[in-house]
């Protein structure tokens, strides 16, 4: 038994050393940003002169205090005149307003010089947090949940200023002026004067330390909770329609409710452990009191101390005791922030996974280029390889479908040629070009692509295709919505370009989403072009007229086409089969057909399935079965 208390202990003490050691971390990490340039440094210089002259100043205010009450105690031996009695305390007042004013004075420059400095310290790391983000590998943001991410940057961010405004106005000043505080008393009265102020201090500091320890593991709970909840209700949101399907509302509640109990359990008992803290405290600073006044009052009784200086003494130690008050909430307040702040902080030390070399390869394609995926070896995981020393070639201006199953490694392809991940083995080349040797803005404003699912932005129509490329004017983003064959039906809404799509594009059906995201692609007009399902959303008829958009548009450009609807694939030049990450045959459309293999097989199921009885939506019309696909069925 206390073998395992004394291994909890060590390991207590070790993760409190691991705590301490980040939250300094937190703290270097910040200062390049409060001292970024020189005048961000004159800022912080002109900050810390009015901190510390309003100490000095806060210190000065009782002393004048004191001098006036004993200048209105000064005998009158009956000879002097009223006036000469009221100038010298008249004197004492005057300064002594003057000092309170200069107080304010200085703690208002104090916070006006530092106020830019703190603001643009946030910014400018909340916008390092965002780019980094950006920065980071596919892998890591499906492995994390949107809802908590974005809770760790808010929480990070807010947590900027209130440690910026309270550790260095609050606590620094306040122990500066602890220190004058006992220096004063030990040179105007005793030694014994200023180590029972120093000694009441640092039992009260020292009482709301430990104090704030033990309650903040009742914050750290709340956090889970808070983070976990935020978390459950933002994906449940995100999957409005999903939990609508299957009557699941009740069951989200719960679940959100479950992690709310969690919260409101955890905060009841932080909140009643404050009034522990704050009995303790008061408790602290009235022992002090009292002995200080009684050791003023002996003094005063013997004539060694005026009423003044007793003033003066119980002045001080309430003068100490305001800011002290608020020390646990602010103790408790700077540890939540350097905890927010480290989580965001970790953000940053992420791994990027998919790196620019040190000096990028120039790159820039004017025309079509060849693309090559030489020996490529690709896994998610180590336990599931996706691509096994797979190889193809699109050569420039030419247009390549990747079919096969699900599963087979078809999408993985458009995800690794825009180097979201970068493959474990051999190389994806353009133009001669290792992919890997060219800045990934510079790749990737080369290539287009239609995802298979498409993700529009909860703005509206007009500026979801003028994303593609965000300096084009007006009159592009029509021509581009023309081509895709959606400018008539925006044109038919009530606000046009203007009309909101909702939540990741909910308000459009999936056809619309999709046509949007072609016009998006149009838009850019990039010398390489990816088409994964592209028209996946589409009725046949609308399909048709989109292909041939995408036919015209792929003329001259090198095309990759990730195609399940062989349909789309019948006019592509050559035709690779994928299955199990490897190819298993490759040619055109008739040879694929020719060589019944699985091509074949896949094709003799689509046109089953598009001749049943229970289809009827046209897909009977299909080109591809229109084209002569029958026959060649036939032929093979």
């Known amino acids: ?89 008249l004197g004492l007042i005057l300064a002594y307003g003057t000092a309170r004013v200069m107080q304010v004075v200085l703690q208002e420059l ?28 596919l892998r890591f943001h499906l492995e994390r949940r949107t809802g908590a991410l974005s809770r760790v940057i808010e929480r990070g961010t807010k947590a900027i200023d209130f440690l910026l405004t309270f550790a260095l106005f609050n606590i620094v000043p306040t122990l500066i002026e602890v220190l004058l505080v006992c220096g004063i008393l030990w040179a105007f009265f005793s030694f014994w004067f200023a180590f029972v102020t120093f000694a009441t201090i640092t039992a009260y500091i020292l009482f709301s330390l430990r104090a704030t320890e033990w309650r903040l593991k009742f914050r750290r709970v709340m956090n889970e909770y808070d983070a976990d909840a935020n978390a459950r209700s ?63 009052g002996l003094r005063v009784t013997e004539g060694t101390m005026t009423i003044g200086e007793f003033v003066l003494v119980n002045a001080y130690l309430l003068q100490l005791y305001a800011p ?38 120039p790159f820039q394609l004017d025309k079509p280029a060849t693309i090559r995926f030489e020996n490529v070896d690709f896994s998610y995981n180590p336990d599931r390889q996706i691509l096994s020393n797979f190889n193809l070639e699109i050569p420039a201006g030419h247009r390549v479908a990747v079919v096969g199953p699900s599963g087979s490694g078809k999408s993985t ?23 890997r040797e060219i800045d990934q803005l510079a790749l990737r404003s080369s290539i287009g692509i239609v995802p298979q699912d498409t993700v529009l932005f909860n703005d509206s129509i007009g500026y979801n295709v003028h994303y593609g490329r965000p300096a084009a004017s007006f009159a592009e983003v029509e021509q581009a919505a023309e081509a895709a064959q959606i400018g008539s039906f925006i044109s038919s809404l009530p606000e046009g ?41 589409l009725d046949t008829a609308t399909e048709r007229e989109i292909q041939r958009a995408l036919d015209d548009l792929s003329v001259n450009k090198t095309t990759l086409v990730i195609a399940h609807r062989l349909s789309t694939v019948v006019h ?12 298993v045959e490759s040619g055109s459309h008739r040879e694929l057909l020719s060589h019944n293999g699985l091509y074949a097989t896949m094709w003799q ?13 046209g897909a009977a019309s299909d080109p591809a079965v229109s084209d002569g696909a029958a026959s060649d069925t036939a032929k093979a």
């Open 234 to 296: 933002v994906d449940a949101l995100l999957n409005y329609e999903t939990v609508k399907y299957f009557n699941n509302e009740e069951y989200e509640a719960k679940r959100f409710e479950a992690k709310m109990k969690g919260y409101e359990g955890a905060s009841v008992r932080s909140i009643q452990s404050l009034s522990v803290v704050n009995i303790g405290q008061s408790l602290i600073i009235s022992v002090g009191l009292v002995i200080l006044m009684v050791m003023a």
């Open 572 to 583: 592509s030049e050559k035709i690779v089969v994928l299955e199990g990450g490897s190819e």
């Open 497 to 537: 370009y203007e009309t909101q799509v909702g939540e990741r594009g909910l308000k459009l059906s999936g056809g619309e989403k999709q046509r949007v995201a072609i016009a998006r692609m149009i838009l850019k007009n990039p010398p390489i072009l990816g088409f994964d399902e592209a028209t996946s959303a």
């Open 1 to 89: 038994m206390a073998t395992t208390e004394s291994k909890e202990s060590q390991e207590s003490k070790a993760a409190g050393a691991q705590a301490r050691r980040r939250q300094g971390r937190v703290w270097i990490s910040m200062l390049p940003f409060l001292w970024a340039d020189s005048r961000v440094r004159l800022l912080v210089f002109i900050a810390m002169l009015g901190l510390v002259g309003s100490r000095l100043v806060s210190v000065v205010v009782p002393l004048l205090f004191a001098r006036s009450v004993d200048a209105f105690g000064v005998n009158n031996p009956g000879h002097e005149t009223v006036t000469a009695l009221v100038a010298l305390p």
């Open 110 to 137: 104090r916070d006006w010089t530092f106020a830019p400095v703190g603001q643009q310290a946030m910014r400018e790391i909340a916008l390092t947090c965002f780019r980094h983000m950006h920065n980071l590998s």
């Open 324 to 361: 002290l008050n608020f020390l646990g909430f602010v103790y408790r307040e700077i540890r939540r922030c350097l905890t927010d702040m480290d989580d965001m902080f970790s953000l940053l030390e992420q791994n990027v996974e998919v790196k620019n070399v040190a000096t990028p390869r």
């Open 605 to 617: 199921r689509q046109l089953e399935s598009v001749t049943e009885p229970a289809v009827s939506d």
């Open 413 to 435: 392809l458009m995800r690794l040629l825009f180097r979201f991940y970068d493959v474990q083995g051999g190389r994806i080349t353009i133009d001669g070009v290792d992919i």
